[in-house]
């Protein structure tokens, strides 16, 4: 019965090394972003949040960014102007 149990035992874990092995050198060969590009983008408030989607075959790499403040927003386009000159001024 231990001699079952250690031949099980070395299995599992000749095949976890394996799949970590396979895991780890996949993921420094493989450029997830030379595959299929999707992207997003939409305005909240004065932020503009985009994600940006990458997949390739096993492997899938999202980005999301924010970014705040931005000049010559919607909301700012919208609102009242808060510029003392004329101009193109990124507070208009």
């Known amino acids: 019965m231990k001699r079952h149990l250690r031949k099980v035992l070395l299995f599992l874990a000749l095949g976890l090394v394996t799949t970590l092995a396979l895991a780890w050198l996949l993921a420094m ?3 997830v972003q030379l ?3 999707s992207q997003g983008s ?3 408030d004065d ?3 985009s994600v940006t989607r990458w997949d390739r ?3 899938i790499q999202i980005k999301s960014t ?3 403040g931005l000049n ?3 909301q700012q386009a919208a609102g009242a102007p808060d510029t003392r000159t004329s101009g193109d001024q990124v507070t208009a």
């Open 29 to 31: 060969l493989v450029d």
């Open 35 to 37: 595959g299929r590009e």
């Open 42 to 44: 939409a305005f909240v």
């Open 47 to 49: 932020e503009q949040w």
């Open 57 to 59: 075959a096993g492997a």
């Open 66 to 68: 924010r970014i705040k």
């Open 72 to 74: 010559w927003s919607p």
